[in-house]
Nanobody
Framework: QVQLVESGGGWVQPGGSLTLSCQASGSIFSDYVMGWYRQAPGKQREMVARRTRAGSFFYGPSGADRFTISGDNAKPTVYLQMNKLKPEDTAVYYC??????????WGQGVQVTVSS
């Protein structure tokens, strides 16, 4: 069984930065894609950024210019560095992992609040 443990959410003023992290635990034998989604109140969940084990990465419209995804294959862990945060970035951020042949997993979510 694989679990995703998230950390790093919280409150920040507009223009500030936060870094989210997500570590997968359990027996992981396969290739994978890990990343972050977010869901704001009343809105659909959207992809923010994803990273493959090989180091390729993809950004959704919300993350392309201010967010950076990175990772550590040894753990495995994925990080999301968020800069120049805006109030519209306020959402619950969910870690997502797709392990080939082992299934798809979601973290419990971390709240990110951007306000003055």
């Amino acid at each position: 069984q694989v679990q995703l443990v998230e950390s790093g959410g919280g409150w920040v003023q507009p223009g500030g930065s936060l870094t989210l992290s997500c570590q997968a635990s359990g027996s992981i034998f396969s290739d994978y894609v890990m990343g972050w989604y977010r869901q704001a109140p009343g809105k659909q969940r959207e992809m923010v950024a994803r990273r493959t084990r090989a180091g390729s990465f993809f950004y959704g419209p919300s993350g392309a210019d201010r967010f950076t995804i990175s990772g550590d294959n040894a753990k495995p862990t994925v990080y999301l560095q968020m800069n120049k945060l805006k109030p519209e970035d306020t959402a619950v951020y969910y870690c997502h992992a797709d392990f080939a042949g082992q299934g798809t997993y979601w973290g419990q979510g971390v709240q990110v609040t951007v306000s003055s």
